[in-house]
C-alpha cells in the first residue's frame, strides 16, 4: 500500500501545480517564478508615472499602484520600470517588453485593435495649454479660427480626435511632448492639446503656460491599464487587482496624494 500511496501523492501533486498554473495563466506563473513584475511607462507624466530628472525617482498614481499590484501578487514580486511611450505603447506591450503597461492609456478605438484593457481607474477631458502672452487666444472658443496653429504630440489619442474636430485651424503633430511645448512656448503654434494630468504639470513647473478648458466636456477618455492579448487569466487578474483597489480606497487615496481626485474612476 505504500508505493501506492506516495503514488498517489505524486499523482495528486503534480495535478494540484498544473491545476494552479492553469488557475494564474503563463503570465502570471512567469512573473512568480522570476519575482519581476514589468511594467511599461512613461517617465514624463506627471502625477501618473513622473520620474525627477535630479533625483531620478519615480512618482505618481500609477506607480503607486504598481508596487500596490506587486504585494498583490505576493511571492516577493517587485515591480521593474520599462520606460515606453504612447509612440512606442503597443509595440511595446503586443512584443513583451513588459507585463503591463500602467500609465493612464487612454482607451481608444484604435488600441483596442490591439491591446486589452482593464476596466478604467481615470477619466480626462481635453485641456489646452497657451502662454499668459498670446493674445490671439483668450478662450476656448478662439482655438478652432483661421490662422491658428493647434499642436498635438504624435501617438497621443489627441492627435486622431484634433484631426477630427479641427475645422479651421491648422493641425501640427509633433514628435514629442516636449516638442509640441516649445512649438507653443516659441511662438509657432498657439496652443497644444493635452489631457489632465500633464496641464498640471505645465502649472506647476513652468511660468508661462496658461490653461483653457472647455465651457462643456469637449472628448472624455477612460484610462486603464493594458495587456498583450493571449492570456484571458492575466486579464482577469489585473481585473480583480483594479475592482480592489476601487473597493478598499487604495485607488482614491494614490488619487489624492498626486492631486487626481478630480478625475478618478472609483465606480
Not at 142 to 158: E, L, P, Q
Not at 226 to 244: I, N, S, T
Not at 254 to 260: D, F, Q, S, T, V
Amino acid at each position: 500500500m505504500k508505493p501506492f500511496s506516495a503514488l498517489a501523492g505524486l499523482v495528486l501533486a503534480v495535478f494540484c501545480s498544473v491545476s494552479a498554473s492553469a488557475q494564474t495563466g503563463k503570465t502570471e506563473a512567469r512573473i512568480l517564478e522570476s519575482k519581476k513584475l514589468m511594467v511599461c511607462i512613461w517617465p514624463d507624466y506627471y502625477g501618473i508615472t513622473y520620474r525627477n530628472p535630479k533625483t531620478l525617482q519615480l512618482s505618481g498614481i500609477d506607480i503607486d499602484l504598481a508596487h500596490e499590484l506587486a504585494r498583490d501578487l505576493g511571492a516577493g514580486v517587485k515591480p521593474v520600470f520599462v520606460d515606453s511611450s504612447f509612440s512606442k505603447l503597443i509595440g511595446d506591450v503586443t512584443e513583451g517588453k513588459c507585463d503591463v503597461a500602467m500609465f493612464a492609456i487612454g482607451i481608444t478605438a484604435s488600441r483596442a485593435e490591439k491591446l486589452r484593457f482593464t476596466q478604467p481607474t481615470l477619466r480626462s477631458d481635453i485641456y489646452a495649454i497657451t502662454t499668459k502672452s498670446n493674445r490671439r487666444i483668450k478662450e476656448w472658443a478662439d482655438i478652432d479660427r483661421s490662422g491658428v496653429v493647434v499642436a498635438v504630440a504624435k501617438g497621443t489619442y489627441h492627435e486622431p480626435v484634433m484631426r477630427e474636430k479641427l475645422k479651421k485651424a491648422t493641425l501640427l503633430v509633433a514628435d514629442t511632448p516636449f516638442a509640441r511645448e516649445q512649438e507653443v512656448e516659441s511662438g509657432r503654434a498657439d496652443v497644444f492639446m493635452t489631457d489632465y494630468p500633464y496641464s498640471q504639470r505645465m502649472l506647476a513647473m513652468t511660468d508661462w503656460a496658461r490653461l483653457l478648458s472647455s465651457p462643456v466636456p469637449y472628448h472624455l477618455t477612460s484610462y486603464a491599464y493594458a495587456v498583450k492579448p493571449g492570456d484571458e487569466q492575466w486579464l482577469a487578474r489585473l481585473e480583480r487587482f483594479v475592482r480592489d483597489i476601487k473597493r478598499d480606497g487604495r485607488l482614491m487615496t494614490a488619487a489624492k496624494r498626486h492631486k487626481l481626485q478630480e478625475i478618478v474612476l472609483v465606480k
